[in-house]
């Protein structure tokens, strides 16, 4: 049950898009479909924005998207805003039925 | 509405239990996944544990064989016991409402810091 590999840490301009990678192993990202992407907001609890590599829950913005290649998944956000400055996480489902989150990575808007 | 609510969580020494509850509204608790995932201070995201609508559980092998996840469907409450407390176990808990199709937390509670220190 090892974390999944984020960059630490990933900026850009308002307007600009950055995407965020996620890497894992066949038995964890590569293995399943089972992706989601989580923001958090200093002492705040983590938010859903990603699911199942792609999809987007009810309310969150089109600005985020996902898309895995392999055992490495990723999570871009197009037109930055000063709003999405916050820590993005990675999740997968696992092969031993368990779940494991990415190290995270702190977005800062320039 | 959906709500989760912890509580719990506190100072306790090395070696010591604790119980931590998440009082949920809005649904009912075993009709669905849930989830416990925690948080050390400054640290990201660990996920710890499961327990299935059918009633199977699943943790993470850092927690395994001291940490119970159980429900009280009477008081629609999610329970972790914890036994055998380390420093590393000191950590924000979430409790989270699953998917039941697939493996994403859709709903979180604020959280319960638990300290573990002597």
């Known amino acids: 049950q090892s974390a999944l590999t984020q960059p630490a840490s990933v900026s850009g301009s308002p307007g600009q898009s950055i995407t965020i990678s996620c890497t894992g192993t066949?038995?964890?990202?590569?293995?399943?479909?089972?992706v989601s992407w989580y923001q958090q907001h200093p002492g705040k609890a983590p938010k859903l924005i990603i699911f199942?590599?792609?999809y987007r829950p009810s309310g969150v913005s089109n600005r985020f998207s996902g898309s895995k290649s392999g055992s490495t998944a990723s999570l871009t956000i197009s037109g930055l805003q000063a709003e999405d400055e916050a820590d993005y996480y990675c999740s997968s489902y696992s092969s031993s039925r368990t779940g494991v989150f990415g190290t995270g990575t702190e977005v800062t808007v320039l | 509405e959906v709500q989760l609510v912890e509580s719990g969580g506190g100072l306790i020494q090395p070696g010591g239990s604790l119980r931590l509850s998440c009082a949920a509204s809005g649904f009912i608790v075993s009709d669905n996944y849930m989830s416990w995932v925690r948080q050390a201070p400054g640290k990201g995201l660990e996920w710890v544990s499961v327990?299935?609508?059918?009633?199977?559980?699943y943790y993470a092998d850092s927690v395994k064989g001291r940490f119970t996840i159980s429900r009280d469907n009477s008081r629609n409450t999610l329970y972790l016991q914890m036994t055998s407390l380390r420093a590393e176990d000191t950590a924000v808990y979430y409790c989270a409402r699953d998917s039941n199709n697939g493996w994403h937390h859709l709903y979180w509670g604020q959280g319960t810091l638990v300290t573990v220190s002597s």
């Open positions: 327990i299935y609508s059918g009633g199977s559980t």
């Open positions: 199942d590599v792609t």
């Open positions: 066949s038995s964890d990202v590569g293995g399943y479909n089972y």
